[in-house]
Nanobody, 123 residues
């Protein structure tokens, strides 16, 4: 198991933008798919976006397509989630996670998790 550390959360008005970062050791990320999940109060944790180790493949939940962009910089051992056109319903704790499986979207396929970062979107 490895350590992932998220940062970049905060309070933003609807329509605004935030960029989340997920940092880990090279050992944590090498060869792994990285995903972002979120969990709103009273709701289950849900998949948001994923990116392959090479960065060549990205995939998104329908609710964020066209608004969020996942990317990675392997030289910095960091994965990013650029969130634009934020909506109040995007309010949640956002988590990054690593999986040895390509194209993973299910929680049980991710073996390492960060502690989360809070994103709050005001209307």
């Amino acid at each position: 198991q490895v350590q992932l550390v998220e940062s970049g959360g905060g309070l933003v008005q609807a329509g605004g933008s935030l960029r989340l970062s997920c940092a880990a050791s090279a050992r944590a990320f090498t060869g792994h798919t990285t995903g972002w999940f979120r969990q709103a109060p009273g709701k289950e944790r849900e998949f948001v976006a994923g990116i392959s180790w090479s960065g060549a493949t990205t995939y998104y939940a329908d609710s964020v397509k066209g608004r969020f962009t996942i990317s990675r910089d392997n030289a910095k051992n960091t994965v990013y989630l650029q969130m634009n056109s934020l909506k109040p319903e995007d309010t949640a704790i956002y988590y990054c996670a690593a999986s040895p499986l390509g194209g993973a979207t299910k929680i049980e396929h991710f073996s390492s998790w960060g502690q989360g970062t809070q994103v709050t979107v005001s209307s």
